[in-house]
């Protein structure tokens, strides 16, 4: 079936230390986002892609990097720059074509550092 | 910068209705809503475009007024399945934020029986 997959679904980290999050679609979309949830701030935007080998900043980029090689995969590194990095990730695509397609999102990765 | 949706909150008994607030400060392509339930992805309710275009599902309705960039989701005689958190996410037009899907903050909706 066509979906969404993020790895790891739980992961703990200790301070100083990068981690990368895992986002890989088979939907054969083109654009595709991190988003960041943290408890009564709904989702914040921190990267985008629209199509491959181009990327663009969201509202809380600092401290985060990714990389679109493949049209698939979009993966979230958390640097050890990131100051408060605990909180619930999700990856989402959708068809960019026109900007009218929904969004279709993965299960998330809770990240908790130590 | 986020769109701003109001209330935070509701609490409702099942039958009961609803309605569901988002504005922007700035002009706006499409708005997007979204229900999450705790531990959950979010899952697509409804997009509306400028122009009048909706897409969505039969039993949510939704209104956007491109003008005053409000858009407004109305739910209907409310079931106990409709409790979750309610994201408004907007799209601005053109330039070096194409595609730029921005969300509100969100409102839990409760509905006991």
């Known amino acids: 079936d066509g979906g969404i997959t993020q790895s790891p679904k739980y992961l703990f980290r200790k301070e100083g230390q990068n981690v990368t999050l895992s986002c890989e679609q088979n939907?054969?979309?083109?654009?595709m986002y991190w988003y960041r949830q943290d408890p009564g701030q709904g989702l914040r935007l921190i990267y985008y892609?629209?199509?491959?080998?181009?990327?663009q900043k969201g509202d809380i980029a600092e401290g985060y990097s990714v990389s679109r090689e493949k049209k698939e995969s979009f993966p979230l590194t958390v640097t050890s720059a990131q100051k408060n990095p605990t909180a619930f990730y999700l990856c989402?695509?959708?068809?960019?074509?026109?900007?009218?397609?929904?969004?279709?999102f993965g299960e998330g990765s809770r990240l908790t550092v130590l | 910068q986020q769109p701003v949706q109001s209330p935070q909150a509701v609490i409702l008994r099942e039958g009961e209705d609803a309605v569901i607030n988002c504005s922007s400060s700035?002009?706006?392509?499409?708005v997007h809503w979204y229900r999450q339930k705790h531990g959950e992805a979010p899952v697509f309710l409804m997009i509306?475009?400028?122009?009048?275009e909706q897409k969505g599902h039969d039993k949510i309705s939704a209104s956007f007024n491109e003008k005053k960039q409000q858009s407004s989701l109305y739910l209907t005689a409310s079931q106990l399945s409709y409790s979750g958190t309610y994201f408004c996410?907007?799209?601005?037009?053109?330039?070096?934020?194409?595609?730029?899907?921005?969300f509100g903050q969100g409102t839990i909706l409760t509905v006991h029986p």
């Open positions: 989402a695509s959708r068809d960019g074509q026109g900007n009218t397609g929904e969004l279709f």
């Open positions: 939907l054969n979309h083109d654009a």
């Open positions: 892609s629209q199509i491959v080998n181009d990327f």
């Open positions: 700035k002009a706006l392509y499409s």
């Open positions: 509306l475009l400028k122009g009048g």
């Open positions: 996410g907007t799209i601005t037009p053109g330039g070096t934020s194409y595609g730029k899907l921005t």
